[in-house]
């Protein structure tokens, strides 16, 4: 995974500490100098972290109960050259482990102890269990046992015993079942668990109450306990048989078997078959069930369905018997089990013809036809997508006619049955208007997917229609709707027409209507509204204030561009001319990234007054720590979190992010009412997203934001610049209250 940068990282484990509440004096660790004064520790425990990210570089194992001073260190002396932060996390949640300690130290190389830091502790006797916490991560867990440090170290084991009821015959055997019953005590540091297993080879389990056994014949219960110091007592057994109750039961069980995975053409299984067999009996009722695999194959105990792997012709037998000692017949179930196909790993190949009048330039007369075709000799072409000029990729069924006046790009991909979906191949062409056929009446340009009014998704396929226009570009005509009944009986003009032409039906017609009346547009205080908070100019650039790492850029065709020469890692560019409560947010961003690599950036919201927090050293941080990051990433892999994440609270994948073309402009929208939160894409909602964890509120000033994940309300914008390889830029930032 690609590592992100230092500032970030540690940003994101404090925000983590924060969301689950780790905010006591000894979240972050304190200095040996800092540390409460008092009598000095009689014990001093020394972990230290270095490059590793799956386990400590040292830990203690053992400790004596009382006061004690722990300390953590992850430093460039403990071997950390990475600047990764660690932390030293014990667990107070799994009742299984003693959780009257809280420590949550945070340390890295680049803080004001360089990375080591201590806190005073009282550890009681038991065994406490520590981790290191970060996003993405849970790792490095170890276990602390503490003895009594009263009485020396306890080095005995505890005393087991094992008593087995119910009732017996003559010969002493369990008629029906038998319960077994086992103890453990410990005089020194106290019984930790106790552990029991059925059989010669059953596997251990933890116990929790008597174990009653039913099934007829001989028996074995193994027992074992081991103490809170460690000591393990040596494994014994409780041995006896148990007998059916007197039954005139003279039927055997009822066997069946089924055989079940994927299938080829002849119904040979692909790798691997399962069988899972079945018995039942309505006299004593079932006591065991075997199987054996192939004619020769030893008889088996049957717990659980077979997995059959080897290829070829396989054979899989069956019985059972029932607590009455009545055996079924053998049965058998025969199948064949065929290597897999080899996995198809190639994408298909795409190619993309252009036709059409041209003129002594090469240029198209009025109008261009794309045909494309995609191959694939493995498991065959899937489907054929195409976006023009950097709009959504759209699915390919007949060649695409472009009459747009100008130049044009037509990106073309295509998907095989196996998932692999090809590299976009992008053709450039002019068209030019010729003297015949004029250019389509269409308001604006829309080829989104679907039907979509206002940001109400209808669903309903957003097909061109007569005209050459699109149904959106047909129901949006730019227009400043005076009154919500005007925009409706525009709609319903549109619909009918469309209607009449038969590129809608009527339950697509309903769909649409209703969307037009959950749009609101039209209704007091729905219509446009926004406010340019950076339109471009040097004079609302000027309004803008950064804070952290790198720099944002003003660029001579009116964007905020990320410096690729200023370091310092993470950093924003922030509107600090007032806070903005429930809005929608507008703007646009590009992928400036450099060869392989993707832009990476986001949009900071509902953030307090970055300066207004002494103890944060690194002002950007608060943006992190106390608002929210809607993500701008669509690499391949590095981050989990994809364009339209709610950073650290709700993920978007890659395919959920409709990643578009490196270099284009995307439209970005973020809508934010109250905990409600909706992302669009280029008019797609690809995220919506509700902060269950609680109320937002105003958390104090020394960064305490609760324990259940609540967020600012209210606070400001802000633009992220994650380093000089992650290049973004943004314009048209426009807001609107609701």
């Known amino acids: 995974m690609r590592q992100r940068p230092l500032r970030l990282w540690t940003a994101l484990v404090g925000a983590l500490l924060l969301v689950l509440g780790l905010t006591s004096t000894a979240a972050y660790g304190r200095s040996g100098a800092d540390a409460k004064a008092g009598a000095a520790a009689a014990q001093t425990l020394n972990w230290t972290a270095g490059d590793p990210i799956d386990h400590f570089l040292s830990a203690p194992t053992t400790a004596v109960a009382g006061p004690a001073t722990l300390v953590f260190e992850n430093s460039a002396a403990t071997g950390n050259t990475t600047g990764m932060p660690h932390t030293l996390t014990f667990d107070v949640s ?184 079945t018995a039942s009996d309505t006299g004593s009722g079932v006591n065991t069930i075997e199987y054996a695999i192939g004619a020769d194959g030893a008889w088996q105990p049957y717990t659980a369905p077979v997995m059959v792997h080897e290829t070829g012709a396989q054979t899989v037998r069956y019985r059972a018997t029932d607590k009455a000692g009545n055996a079924a017949a053998e049965k058998s179930v025969d199948f064949t089990v065929v290597a897999p196909p080899a996995e198809d ?203 952290g790492g790198g720099q944002i850029d003003l660029t001579t065709d009116g964007t905020m561009t990320v410096n690729p020469t200023v370091g310092g890692s993470l950093g924003m560019e922030w509107y600090p001319v007032r806070k903005y409560d429930n809005f929608s947010l507008k703007l646009q961003f590009r992928d400036d990234a450099t060869g392989t690599g993707n832009a990476n950036g986001g949009v900071f919201i509902r953030f307090p007054q970055p300066h207004d927090f002494p103890g944060e050293s690194r002002p950007e941080w608060v943006a992190i720590n106390y608002g929210h990051e809607i993500q701008v990433y669509d690499g391949p892999g590095g981050d989990m979190y994809k364009t339209g994440s709610v950073y650290g609270f709700d993920r978007v994948g890659l395919a959920g992010a409709h990643p578009t073309t490196k270099g284009t402009w995307n439209d970005y929208e973020i809508q934010a009412v109250d905990q409600h939160f909706k992302i669009f894409r280029n008019g797609v909602l690809i995220n919506e997203f509700d902060n269950n964890a609680g109320q937002a509120f105003e958390p104090p000033r020394d960064g305490d934001v609760g324990t259940d994940g609540r967020r600012y309300s209210s606070g400001y914008i802000g633009l992220q610049n994650h380093s000089t390889t992650d290049l973004v830029s943004y314009r048209n930032v426009r807001i609107k209250e609701l």
């Open 94 to 277: 799994n009742t299984d482990y003693n959780n009257d300690v809280s420590v949550n130290i945070l340390a890295n190389p680049a803080d004001d102890t360089g990375g080591k830091h201590s806190v005073e502790v009282n550890l009681t006797p038991g065994t406490y269990r520590y981790f290191c916490s970060m996003p993405g991560h849970n790792m490095m867990t170890g276990i602390l046992v503490v003895t009594d440090g009263g009485g020396g170290e306890d080095t005995t084991a505890p005393e087991t015993a094992a008593k087995v009821d119910g009732q017996q015959n003559a010969d002493g055997a369990y008629v029906g079942s038998a319960t077994v019953t086992v103890t453990a005590t410990d005089d020194s540091s106290g019984v930790g668990t106790i552990e029991y297993a059925v059989g010669a080879d059953g596997e251990w389990q933890p116990y929790t109450a008597p174990v009653v056994v039913d099934q007829v014949g001989d028996q074995s219960i193994r027992y074992r306990a081991t103490d809170k110091a460690g000591n393990a007592a040596a494994e014994k057994s409780a041995d006896f048989t148990v007998v059916a109750p007197p039954t005139d039961d003279t039927t055997a069980p009822e066997t069946s078997a089924t055989v079940s995975g994927e299938k080829d053409a002849d119904g040979n299984y692909l790798g691997m078959a399962t069988v899972t067999v």
């Open 345 to 547: 790993t190639t994408a298909p190949v795409t190619s993309a013809a252009v036709t059409g009048s041209k003129n002594s330039n090469g240029a198209y007369i009025t109008s261009a036809k794309v045909t494309l075709t995609a191959t694939d000799d493995d498991s065959g072409v899937d489907k054929v997508e195409y976006s023009i000029d950097a709009g959504p990729y759209l699915a390919y069924t007949t060649p695409v006619i472009v009459d747009r006046a100008g130049a044009h790009t037509l990106a073309h991909r295509a998907t095989d049955k196996a998932g692999n979906t090809s590299q976009a191949k992008e053709v450039s062409f002019t068209v030019v208007e010729g003297g015949g056929v004029p250019p389509p009446p269409c308001a604006e340009h829309d080829e989104r997917l679907t039907v979509i009014v206002g940001t109400v998704d209808t669903g309903v396929p957003n097909r061109i229609t007569s005209n050459r226009c699109t149904i959106n570009e047909r129901i949006e005509d730019e227009r400043e709707w005076t009154s919500q009944a005007l925009f409706l009986k525009h709609v319903d003009g549109v619909l009918s027409q469309l209607l009449s032409e038969n590129v809608i039906d009527k339950r697509e017609q309903k769909a649409i209507t209703k969307a037009a009346k959950q749009s609101k547009i039209g209704l007091p205080g729905q219509t446009e509204g926004y406010k340019d908070i950076f339109d471009g100019t040097q004079a609302s650039f000027d309004k803008w204030e950064h804070v």
